[in-house]
């Protein structure tokens, strides 16, 4: 079956870097997305994945092992305004997004 | 309208009645799809569109149908609701197919009693 795994909770302190990370088993891949989601609020794009390696955007990173089947977000320089679930989805053969549960982060002053 | 938005906000609905959430894109995308999202579950696609005039299905699409009339416009419909179907629904759009950023409505929290 079709899994993505990422850990439910995690919580960090404010200027701290902190890395979230996801493992994925999907039948064929085509790329590795990160979402980040305010309570109530919906999902908003941070980053794709298809080749292996690192990418960068600001303070937000994240990598990505095909072989591996591995990947993570790193948030740098926190802020109070990261607090949000971050949400890990993989692009199966049929094109078709698979969604982990997401990661809830708690940011502490 | 910038974006997606969707309608309504939130529902209470009585089971076994018919309802349609409503999801209208104005960034002239050509795939749009309906999620739900329960607690401790990760998005679960229902159904989806790649371009006007087709649709699919997704991972948990009983229950539920779409239309596609049009580029912007991509309804949900209940037929006959459950309780299971208690849920935060969110339509998204992506300029052309999954590979792509997919953008976000505000979701529309639905409840059946």
């Known amino acids: 079956g079709q899994n993505i795994d990422q850990p439910t909770e995690m919580t960090a302190t404010e200027g701290a870097i902190v890395q979230i990370n996801c493992t994925y088993q999907?039948?064929?891949?085509?790329?590795l997305f990160w979402y980040q989601q305010h309570a109530g609020e919906a999902p908003t794009f941070l980053s794709y994945n298809v080749l292996d390696g690192l990418e960068e955007k600001g303070r937000f990173s994240s990598f990505l092992s095909r072989s591996k089947g591995y990947s993570y977000l790193l948030l740098k320089e926190l802020q109070m305004k990261d607090s949000a679930s971050y949400l890990c989805?993989?692009?199966?053969?049929?094109?078709?997004?698979?969604w982990g549960a997401g990661t809830k982060l708690i940011i502490k002053p | 309208i910038a974006g997606i938005t969707q309608a309504p906000t939130s529902q209470i609905l009585a089971a076994g009645r018919r309802m349609t959430l409503r999801c209208t894109q104005d960034m002239r995308h050509n795939a749009m799809y309906w999620y739900r999202q329960d607690l401790g579950l990760g998005l679960r696609l229902i159904h989806y569109?790649?371009?006007?005039?087709?649709?699919g299905k997704g991972e948990v699409p009983d229950g539920y149908s779409v239309s596609r009339a049009n580029t912007d416009d991509f309804p949900l419909t209940l037929a006959s609701a459950v309780p299971s179907q208690t849920s935060v629904y969110f339509c998204?759009?992506?300029?052309?197919?999954?590979?792509?950023?997919?953008?976000f409505g505000p979701g529309t929290r639905l409840t059946v009693l």
């Open positions: 999907t039948s064929g891949f085509n790329g």
């Open positions: 989805a993989g692009l199966d053969s049929n094109y078709q997004l698979i």
């Open positions: 998204a759009s992506s300029e052309r197919d999954s590979t792509d950023t997919q953008y």
């Open positions: 569109s790649n371009t006007a005039g087709t649709t």
